[in-house]
């Protein structure tokens, strides 16, 4: 795992990499600097905050494209490093970049919360939560075809879940300004308690894709 | 591990759409070098990563290293080494870093060894891999393979497309690799030239089936090229002629020692025309 875990690293790090990382980092903190105090964003924030944090932690599934591009994958299969090694490799990978981008999205948030209505704890949780499960929840999803069918396949599930992401959200949006019974709602509802719910299904689905990959990737011929 | 076998492949089965291995029985002796010969296409390859289970087999029983699942346990791919018919590392990581990869993935890893190896290559430590010549990326491999202290190297067509000198030079090196009794190599080529040099046993592999199975030394010993008229070789033992070419001045045909009429003067065979005859022959 370790050895894999480093040709990871290595991917992450190169120069290129490095730019396009700090270019959807800076993308998914830029709302904490833009928004406007007297109306509320939050909503926004958080939608923006799921665009480039998705996008930002598909890095993992970039660096399975790279690896079957020069044939890693098989390689790393005649390594003391199982398959299952090779999956649970690329999801740790995943969990790290997913972490890392979902608390520089949720930066906006907090700005926001800091600006308007002050620190509400329960309020920024429930960003993270929307935030994260969201992207795991696509992943969870993407990751399983990638790892059974290869990363071309994995493209255009990408592709498709991206635009059911987009058509969530613009749902999402069209929900929260006409602030209807969905969002009274949600107002009464326990923020706190909310967020570990979401915490707790994304957390369970992604565990559950986790198992399914490995399943996958044995039965799959490299 | 039965002490004597590195790999042994006992009926062997794996259908695709418009190819299928069929029976195919194969042991690699350990402390020998076995060669899997065949022309493109002949199943060498998919014979190869039916051994290691990047692909998984219809049916038939495959041991390496006495272990029958080499995906269950980690302790047979620490004793293998696997260089396939291209580099296949990352190609904008750098020798060095390929190194502290293995390193923490390789318990027996010796990274002395691997910047011998190196070295003696004349690889450089630090500059991407990208920028390598194939053979200079083959010999990568090749590093790479032979710093964790594999008892068995399968090579999958990892002289192809590499030009004579380079080629001499990994044969040299494999056979350097054989010196240790308990090191076994398993190499596929359909350079057969190649395999001559470092072979101890052949396996003729055609259109996914094993068509022979031999000791090298025995193939010089039990076999001669002869040349005569089509009516000599009619007059031999048909199952004593293993295969002929037939031309205007006369036949060509390897054909078993014992077999030759008086008269018929009978010339040491090569590797790569006992090949040759022996796809023409099958077909």
Not at chain 1, 18 to 40: H, Q, R, Y
Not at chain 1, 97 to 104: I, K, S
Not at chain 1, 125 to 135: D, E, K, R, T
């Amino acid at each position: 795992m370790k050895g894999l875990l480093l040709r990871a690293w290595y991917a992450a790090t190169k120069p290129l990499t490095l730019l396009v990382l700090l270019l959807f980092g800076i993308e998914a903190a830029v709302p904490s600097f833009t928004v406007d105090p007297n109306e509320s964003e939050w909503f926004e924030c958080i939608i923006f905050g799921t665009m480039t944090t998705l996008i930002g932690s598909s890095v993992s599934v970039a660096l399975l494209g790279e690896d079957e591009m020069v044939r890693w994958h098989i390689f790393s299969a005649t390594t003391p490093a199982a398959r299952h090694t090779y999956v649970s490799c690329h999801y740790l990978v995943t969990v790290i970049t997913a972490a890392v981008f979902t608390l520089l999205s949720s930066l906006a948030s907090l700005v926001l919360l800091l600006k308007t209505t002050g620190f509400d704890g329960k309020q920024y949780l429930l960003a993270l939560a929307v935030i994260s499960g969201i992207v795991m929840v696509v992943l969870s999803l993407l990751l399983p075809a990638v790892f059974r069918f290869g990363a071309k396949t994995g493209l255009v599930v990408f592709i498709v879940l991206f635009i059911a992401v987009v058509a969530l959200c613009a749902v999402l949006t069209v929900m929260s300004s006409q602030n209807g019974e969905w969002m009274q709602w949600l107002e009464n509802t326990d923020k706190g308690f909310l967020a570990l719910g979401i915490f707790a299904c994304a957390g369970t689905i992604f565990a559950v894709s986790w198992l399914l990959s490995i399943a996958g990737y044995k039965r799959r011929s490299l | 591990m039965n002490g004597t076998n590195a790999i042994e492949v006992r009926g062997l089965c794996k259908k695709f759409k418009d190819f299928e291995i069929t029976d195919l029985n194969l042991t690699v002796p350990s402390g020998c070098v076995v060669g899997l010969v065949g022309e493109n296409g002949a199943g060498k390859s998919t014979t190869i990563r039916l051994i290691l289970e990047l692909m998984h087999k219809d049916s038939g029983t495959i041991t390496v290293l006495g272990k029958d699942s080499m995906e269950e346990d980690s302790s047979v791919r620490e004793n293998i080494g696997v260089v396939f018919d291209e580099s296949y590392f990352p190609q904008d990581l750098t020798p060095r870093q390929i190194g502290n990869i293995m390193k923490n993935t390789y318990r027996q890893w010796n990274d002395e060894l691997y910047v011998k190896y190196l070295s003696q290559f004349e690889l450089p430590m630090k500059k991407i891999i990208r920028k390598f010549s194939r053979g200079m990326k083959m010999k990568l491999s090749i590093a790479a393979a032979l710093s964790h202290n594999a008892k068995l190297l399968i090579l999958d067509e990892a002289t192809s497309g590499l030009d004579p000198v380079v080629r001499d030079d990994i044969i040299d090196i494999l056979m350097d690799f054989t010196k240790d009794e308990e090191h076994s190599i398993l190499i596929s080529s359909h350079i057969v030239s190649d395999l001559e040099k470092v072979c101890d046993y052949i396996a003729f592999l055609h259109k996914g089936k094993l068509v022979m199975y031999e000791e090298k030394d025995r193939l010089y010993e039990a076999y001669s090229v002869i040349h005569c008229t089509e009516e000599q070789l009619k007059a031999i033992d048909k199952k004593a002629v293993i295969g002929k070419k037939i031309g205007r001045f006369g036949a060509e045909a390897i054909v078993l020692k014992e077999a030759i009429p008086e008269g018929i003067q009978g010339y040491p065979i090569d590797i790569e025309k006992l090949f040759i005859f022996m796809v023409r022959e099958s077909g």
